[in-house]
């Protein structure tokens, strides 16, 4: 039999918050599961322990912080307001470490995103559209990028933040704009950036994506 508890292991502060918010728990599994609208205010914190589950009927405004210590998903509507550059979303883990999923049916759209998990071979597996207004901070963890589902897009502005070996993208990463931009992308553990000049069109758009094993380019260089 599933049960429901209202907000329980979850931090709330500064925030609009209906009834239809829960966190549902049930022997297998604890969501914090959004059925109508969470809006996250400018200097308001958010914080959860359990997964978080944005659904088709979920909209989930963050214009403060909002720590997701477990996996991240949204079917619906996941947003900032516009010009709000204090909204970030903290992908950690509170203790330990293991992999965080962060995947969706439809677009989230984050301005800062800090990625600190230190799980050692695939610690953020992103299975969903991430479009980036600001930036990524790559503290600690390799981002797999779904080859299927996944797109970690940087548009104009954003900018990709200290990544490393040990913190940067696995799969494809999209640029859109009419700037310089560094991709922090590598592979096998091994970071191994790529640079662009300055488009012409702010529109403009370029996926790029490093392969260590990509035997057909060295075989027409060879």
Known sequence: MQSKKI???VALFGLVLPATVVAQQTKEKEVFVNNGVISVANGGVMSTLYDFDNTVNGNMKNDGIVYYYQSFNN??????SE????STAVFTKLEGSGKQIISGSKPSDFYHIVLNNPEKQVAFDLKNE?????????QDGIVKVDSLQGMLTFHQGAQALQPSD??????????????????PKGDKGMYRYARISAPEGEKDSYQGKYNTEDHNFFRVRS
């Open 7 to 9: 907000y329980k292991s």
């Open 75 to 80: 079917d619906n509507l996941y947003h900032h």
């Open 166 to 183: 040990k913190s940067h993208a696995e799969g494809f990463v999209e640029k859109i704009g009419n700037e310089e931009f560094q991709y």
């Open 83 to 86: 010009k709000e550059n204090s």
């Open 130 to 138: 991430a479009n980036v207004y600001g930036s990524v901070d790559f």
